[in-house]
Each structure stands twice: as C-alpha cells, then as structure tokens.
C-alpha cells in the first residue's frame, strides 16, 4: 500500500510540474507579443492659422417708417361743408386753407358785436371827458362805461376765434391723404375729413435688446432696407427712449430717414442694421472650437505635435464666428475638429484648412442676441 501510494504521489507531481511549466512558457509568450505590438497612430485632426482682421459687429432689428408729422383733419365746430381747396395725394403748403363750414351765423353776430363796441367805444370815451371836465359825472359811472368796452371788445374777439375754427388750414408742408367728405355735407366735431402726412423725412422707430445700450451710444447711423426697393438706405439716430420697455427688456429708438421723390411711404416695414462696433485687428474664430465650461471657456492649440488647452475672453458672436478678445494670438493653429476628444497633451496629426472655410471672408457679421458682453 505504501508503495501505490509513493506512485501516485509522484505522478501528481509530475503533472503540477507540468502545468506550471506551460503557464510560465504562455505569460511568457504574450509578453513578448505585447512588447512587440505596433504603437497607435495619433488622432488626426483639423486646425486652421488664427488670423487677426477688420472687423464689423452688426445688430438686426425690425422697424416702422413713419411720417415726420402726421395729423388727423377734424372739424371744431358743426356746420355745412362750402369749400374744399385741396386734391388727394397732391401736396400743400403750410397755412393753405384746406376746408371751409359754413359761416354765416358767426358773421352776422361779429358784425353786431363791432356795432357794440363802437358804441361802448364813443361812451367810454365821452364819460371819460366829462370825467376830466370837473367831474359831471361820478367814477362809478365812468367805471361802468369802460367795462362795458371791454366787455364788447371781448365778444369782438370770441366771435372771432369762433369764425377760425369754421376754417381748417395745413399746419405744416405736407401731402393730403383721402378725403371723406364732400361739398354740402354736414360734419361735426370728430368728423374724420382727411390725413395729412408730412413724407418729406420719414421716422424710421425700432427697438434693440438693452444690453446694447453702451454700444448705441456712439452710434450715429443705421442701415435699412424696405420692401419692393432694391437699395440699401441710411437714416440718422436722432433720440433713443430714456426708459427700457419693462416688458420686452428693449429700448426704443428712432432714426430719421431722408425721403428724396417720396419714394417710401410712413407705415412700410424696415429691416434695420446697426454698427455696434469696427475693429481693425480682430481675431475671430469658429463656434465649433469652443469648448463651453461653466465658469470659462476654452480652445485647443496645435503645438509640437500635441494640443495645448488656452483659457479665452469671448467678446462679440455671430452666427457662426466668435470674437476672442484674450488667448489666442495670430499664426497660432486652432484645432477645429475632434475637440470632444481631446485632452491636454494628446498627440496629435495635424490637417490644414483654409480659414475662408470657417469664416466669413467680408469681415461683416451680425452680433446676435447671446448676452456676449464687450
């Protein structure tokens, strides 16, 4: 028995031997495959050369044109229309006499109320006399002679600055709209009889985001474009709103545009275009290489063959395009593609792109509405 049992002790031995010795052989051989295992090839990725150029921010907005004055014709005073002295759509002067109402009831009373006043003129001025004679008459007498002159020289003139309202005239040069009435008829106060709209220069009003406000301070002019006209126009800031619309967060501006023929006409819709700002050495680059983070963002920079990560200012954004004000300098390459990939010192192969692919080529764009501050 003890000699089985010595066999079979040996043998296990043997075979435990043996295993171990294939294990060792097996650790041994993968080693060496992964010693000899080929490096992997670098991440390819797009850069293009950061360039500095003439830059201009542009802001859109939406407008109105309208007249530089503009007024409802309206009658003060009931009556028959008799005289009608202006053409629809022809222009008039200021002080023209445009409508007249009949009159004739105020005529008669003016020519009564002057009859008045001459006498109360011949007694006043009688009384006065005796006054000054040695007293024939007393003062209270005289008193009531002269305010009854004033009386009648009031009346004199109540009648006639009823007779003025009888009568409607252009206060300003201006155009005459459609009338909508006609000789004979019988108007009254709040009758509508025509618009009269001075389209010599036009309002051009709009409004832009207040974050803008510091920027259209310096600003002096605009740029807009009406329907069914081919040109581009300017127009003039003349006022911005002293109060931001609570509602909306928006100022209100108004430009004054010139109108050479009458060619626009008050109530077209304008698209608007403001400079913000021109800079002539700015460095702009796209959205796409921006790596947003919560407190800063950043940019990857080709370098040696690896990326460097920079910390940058963002000032302006366009659609497509970012100013970047602190970070980057001109020549450096600018890795646009694969940045989600990419950390710092990742070695990289390195494929040139025009810029002109990336960025607009005239150097004019629009600031859009992002909170991007100056």
């Known amino acids: 028995m003890n000699f089985v049992t010595s066999k079979l002790f040996s043998a296990a031995a043997w075979m435990l031997a043996l295993v171990c010795l294939c294990a060792v052989n097996g650790c041994k051989r993968k080693t060496d495959r992964a010693g000899t295992r080929p490096a992997a090839s670098p991440y390819v990725v797009e850069v293009i050369q950061v360039q500095s150029r003439p830059y201009r921010a542009t802001l859109s907005a939406t407008g109105t044109l309208r007249a530089r004055e503009s007024v409802n014709l309206q009658v003060e005073r009931a009556g028959i229309v008799t005289e009608i002295n202006f053409e629809e759509g022809k222009p008039v002067k200021a002080g023209a006499l445009l409508l007249a109402i009949d009159d004739s009831e105020l005529q008669a009373q003016l020519r009564r109320a002057q009859a008045q006043l001459e006498l ?25 002679s002269l305010a009854n002159l004033h009386v009648a020289q009031a009346e004199v003139e109540l009648i006639k600055a009823q007779l003025q309202k009888m009568k409607i005239v252009a206060p300003f040069d201006a155009v005459v709209g459609l009338r909508n009435i006609s000789k004979g008829a019988y108007v009254t106060p709040g009758t509508s009889i025509a618009s009269l709209q001075d389209i010599s220069a036009l309002k051009l009003d709009f409004t832009v985001p207040e974050r803008y406000l510091s920027q259209l301070r310096n600003a002096e002019t605009v740029t807009y474009r009406v329907a069914g006209i081919v040109q581009s126009k300017k127009a003039k800031i003349d006022a911005i709103e002293p109060a931001v619309n609570v509602a909306t967060r928006s100022l209100q501006i108004r430009a004054i545009a010139p109108n050479e023929g009458n060619q626009l006409l008050p109530g077209s819709f304008a698209e608007v275009e403001v400079l913000l700002d021109e800079i002539p050495d700015a460095i702009l680059i796209p959205a796409i290489a921006l790596v947003p983070g919560l407190k800063e963002q950043k940019v990857f920079v080709h370098r040696n063959g690896q990326v460097e990560e920079r910390v940058v200012r963002v000032g302006l954004r366009t659609s497509d395009s970012v100013q970047i004000e ?32 990336h960025q607009e080529s005239d150097g004019e764009n629009e600031a859009q509405d992002t909170g991007a501050k100056r």
Do not use: F
């Not at 003129?121 to 009688?126: F, G, L, N, Y």
């Not at 000054?132 to 008459?137: D, K, T, V």
């Not at 890795?335 to 040139?352: E, H, N, S, W």
């Open 120 to 144: 109360a003129t011949a007694v006043e001025k009688r009384d006065r006399e005796l006054v000054r004679s040695g007293n024939l008459i007393s003062e209270a007498e005289y008193d009531r």
């Open 326 to 357: 602190d970070g980057l300098k001109p020549d450096e390459e600018l890795v646009i593609t694969g940045i989600l990939q990419l950390r710092p010192g990742t070695k990289v192969q390195v494929k040139q792109v025009p810029d002109e692919a």
